[in-house]
């Protein structure tokens, strides 16, 4: 009994963590409709960057200064919000199309710089030992596991309303004209420019969060934990929910969590040990069709609201009379 | 009655769902005339002509093309029916050359390329000189004349020419309508769509005036120039244009 | 430094090749194309299985392989071109139509890691060569030594773009790809068939992907994420030298190639992708136009 109800914290916890990032994403993504393909770089920075302030001293790299949990949850948020900066500025000018390159050129140097500056990161064996909330007081790690939960949904609740309170206030109009009409909304006065920047900034923060919380959680890090499939899984998480809509983003990330841990517990039982490479090959692509039928079939997702509107032109004819 | 080269009947047509723009226009074109569309902005000019060139629906009504009709057709298969479309803007490849232009024109011909080449040449000789600059570097007289050549490779039934006097300068305004009627000379129907009536009426056979999605006024052309209800619709005043 | 300069060159044969399908795609079809390092992908893998069925017969002078080959590179091309169709067709032309529009470059990112995998899927993750035999560098200038393979490399990569260039100005598809590119709504009017030269678009750039694919893994190595790894370059190739200009292109294939290839002087050769970021990155902030770029 126990230990499925253990399971179930875990499972929990981790698509819990998820959705944190899966709400980031739905800013800049369902609310702006900005094109951040680089989701894993952003974790990649909240993780590594609380490991740095809030671990212990590392003899291999940079560490040790053994900061409050709180002190490198906020750093973390902060690092993931600079990166954001120096890649929206010159890029959120441009087509769309720049942001998604830009940022999975982020995402790539990140993991890049994650497995080769040794005396920054560790190098390919990354960090270990980070430390978790209340992990000498609750020894048990059932309890100390619930504890965490706790601490997440709490989290999780408290981004939702801030997101949810944000796109209902007069920044949020703003936001939601830009996306349906920039021509007028800049005729108003209203820059777009910042208004993206600013939301492409908030939801990366959040990002960074999420990755100290997983840090913290899972208690180390390493470059593999970063790669584009990472950033595949939260984009599939928000498309299942249903995206522009902050409820679907976190069903989405429970469901999609559940079935990518299903689907790979399976497959771990059911192959040999020489094909748990190629079993592992064979579950993305399953996933992906699976997602793919969805966008063909039930674009707006399980609980789709509105669609996001695409400011691509259409080929044919539309011009005025 | 011999047939009509272009017959357009209660046609009704709009971009937004539920807001037509088009509300019943009728025309007639016979071949070998130039028949030319008036109105005030708004009045749906563009519209009538996209509509007729298969770039937007036809909601009811019809377009019948020398009998047939073609109120369905897509843009690119008005083309294999000899419909040569002159947009108002973005009317060349800028990246290619005059000659590659207008050899575009002729793309679903593949025959004769050169004979085309040669009667357009001989219509615009300014193009002739020109054939090797790249289209976007043109002035706007000069890249008018190559849209009108690109339609024209094209041996066209019927020409649909929409404001081809937008962007110009009065003086290039008549040398533009002049090379008008040297292409319906050759023998090509035409069908113009004008802001600039005076200009357009002068060549024109025929008119036609649109107002509110609708034909309220038709007749020959030097009727129209001297009909006070057109200079009514068009400026409210109450004298003709002439 | 003449050493990096003949390496650059050699990286950057593959990145041209690369990145005018890449360029074209993301102008005709106006979205960023990710799946397209994939397609260099299985043009290498291809090759792989075409080169395991057939023998190459003896090989050439110095070069590890023998006529065969060619008709493997050719094969190859072949497929890849038919894989890109079928992807366009599946994929993008379905998600093309439909009214929510997310976007394409999602699609596409999805695309590319579900491709990838498929290659892990049926050759393993392992890195994989085309023959066993040892290419023997030899020096052609002083202190830089090439092997006959990457002189093949460089000399058909030339070819093919003047091919292409070819192909561009004297034939009707290929001026009717460039008006296409041009001005997609006048090309419609003027009655070109645009689904037929997107089909086109598709079978160019898929298949001088493939070769380039195919050079790549006869020079380096191949590996499932061979493709993934080459398109930042290949997307700052085509941004560099301006989106749809297919000589753009093949220039900024050329530059970032040797900027990655140099910069090995100075910084670890991990971060070689960087360099390519890096310079995409100051392009966007300074020129994003591109040298050969139309105004944005």
């Known amino acids: 009994m126990i230990g499925i109800l253990s399971y179930v914290v875990f499972f929990l916890i981790q698509a819990l963590v998820y959705s944190i990032v899966a709400l980031g994403l739905n800013l800049q993504w369902g609310y702006t409709g900005l094109f951040n393909i680089g989701v894993a770089g952003f974790f990649l920075v909240g993780s590594y960057t609380f490991a740095i302030l809030s671990g212990p001293a590392y003899s291999t790299h940079l560490g040790g200064f053994g900061l409050p949990i709180i002190i490198g949850v906020l750093g973390a948020m902060a690092a993931a919000g600079i990166i954001a900066l120096v890649v929206g500025i010159p890029t959120l000018r441009l087509r769309e199309d720049y942001l998604a390159i830009a940022t999975i050129g982020i995402a790539e140097v990140l993991r890049l710089v994650a497995l080769n500056a040794k005396g920054l990161t560790g190098g390919s064996r990354g960090a270990q030992s980070i430390p978790r909330p209340f992990q000498d007081v609750i020894q048990s790690n059932f309890w100390n596991n619930l504890v965490y939960l706790a601490i997440v949904v709490a989290v999780v609740i408290l981004i939702y309303f801030a997101l949810e309170a944000m796109v209902r206030s007069p920044w949020g109009r703003v936001l939601k004209a830009i996306r349906e009409d920039e021509a007028a909304a800049s005729s108003l006065g209203k820059n777009p420019f910042r208004f993206r920047l600013q939301s492409f900034v908030i939801g990366c923060v959040i990002m960074g969060l999420g990755g100290a919380l997983n840090a913290s959680f899972v208690g180390f890090v390493a470059p593999t934990d970063f790669l584009p499939i990472l950033t595949f899984e939260i984009w599939a998480m928000l498309i299942a929910g249903g995206s522009g809509n902050n409820r679907g983003a976190i069903l989405g990330s429970v469901l999609v969590w559940a079935f990518w841990t299903g689907t790979g517990s399976i497959a771990q039982a059911v192959l040999p040990s020489g094909l748990q490479v190629k079993g592992g090959a064979l579950q993305v692509i399953l996933i992906g069709v699976v997602l793919l039928g969805m966008l063909m079939v039930r674009p707006r997702g399980l609980i789709g609201e509105e669609a996001v509107v695409s400011r691509e032109a259409q080929l044919g004819g539309d011009g005025r009379g | ?242 | 430094m003449g050493q990096y300069i003949a390496d650059g060159i050699i990286l950057g044969a593959t990145l041209s090749l690369g990145a005018i399908g890449l360029t074209l795609t993301y102008n005709i079809l106006r979205f960023a194309n990710f799946a397209h390092g994939e397609l260099l992908t299985f043009g290498a893998y291809f090759g792989l299985a075409l080169a395991g069925a057939l023998s190459f017969g003896p090989t050439l002078g110095s070069l590890t392989f023998g006529w065969g080959f060619i008709l493997v590179i050719i094969l190859a091309a072949v497929l890849t071109a038919g894989l890109a169709i079928l992807l366009d067709m599946i994929v993008y032309r379905v998600l093309r139509r439909s009214d929510v529009a997310v976007a394409l470059v999602i699609a596409s990112f999805g695309a590319s890691l579900m491709l990838r995998n498929v290659v892990v899927f049926i050759w393993g993750p392992q890195p994989e060569y085309y023959s066993r035999s040892i290419a023997i560098a030899r020096p052609i200038l002083p202190g830089v030594r090439v092997t006959s393979d990457e002189i093949f490399v460089v000399v058909l990569a030339a070819v093919l773009m003047v091919a292409l260039h070819l192909f561009l100005t004297r034939t009707r598809m290929g001026k009717a790809m460039r008006a296409v590119s041009d001005n997609t709504l006048l090309a419609q009017v003027t009655g070109i068939n645009v689904a037929n030269v997107i089909r086109m678009v598709w079978v160019v750039g898929g298949s001088l992907a493939a070769v380039g694919g195919v050079l790549y893994g006869l020079t380096v190595q191949m590996i499932p994420t061979m493709g993934f790894n080459l398109i930042l370059p290949m997307f700052a190739a085509a941004i560099l030298g301006g989106i749809g200009s297919v000589y753009g292109a093949v220039l900024g294939g050329l530059v970032i190639g040797l900027a990655e290839s140099v910069s090995v002087m100075w910084i670890d050769p991990g971060y070689k992708p960087a360099v390519a970021f890096a310079l995409m990155f100051l392009i966007l902030l300074v020129y994003p136009s591109g040298i050969l770029g139309e105004r944005p």
């Open chain 2, 1 to 242: 009655m011999s047939e009509w080269a272009l017959s357009v009947d209660e046609v009704v047509a709009g971009y937004v769902a539920g807001v037509d723009i088009l509300r019943g226009v009728g025309l007639q074109v016979n071949a070998g005339e130039i028949v030319t569309v008036l109105g005030p902005n708004g009045a749906g000019k563009s519209t009538l002509i996209k509509v007729i060139a298969g770039l937007l629906r036809v909601r009811s009504g019809k377009v019948q093309l020398f009998g047939e009709d073609i109120s369905d057709l897509p843009a690119h298969a008005m083309v294999a029916h000899g419909v040569g479309y002159v947009p108002q803007t973005n009317n060349v490849f800028p990246k290619l050359t005059v000659e590659e232009n207008l050899e575009m024109g002729a793309y679903v011909r593949t025959r004769e390329i050169r004979r085309g080449l040669e009667q357009v040449y001989e219509t615009f000789p300014d193009l002739q000189r020109l054939r090797r600059h790249a289209a976007g570097r043109l002035s706007g007289g000069q890249r008018q004349m190559v849209a009108i050549g690109r339609a024209l490779m094209l041996k066209p039934r019927l020409m649909l020419l929409d404001e081809p006097s937008a962007g110009l300068s009065p003086l290039l305004v008549g040398h533009v309508f002049d090379k008008v009627r040297e292409v319906r000379d050759i023998g090509v129907t035409m069908l113009i769509v004008e802001q600039n009536a005076k200009a357009a009426l002068a060549i024109s056979d025929r008119g036609y005036v649109l107002a509110e999605g609708q034909d309220r006024v038709s007749g020959p052309a030097q009727e129209l120039l001297e009909n006070p209800e057109v200079g009514e619709l068009y400026l409210g005043a109450r004298r003709g244009l002439a």
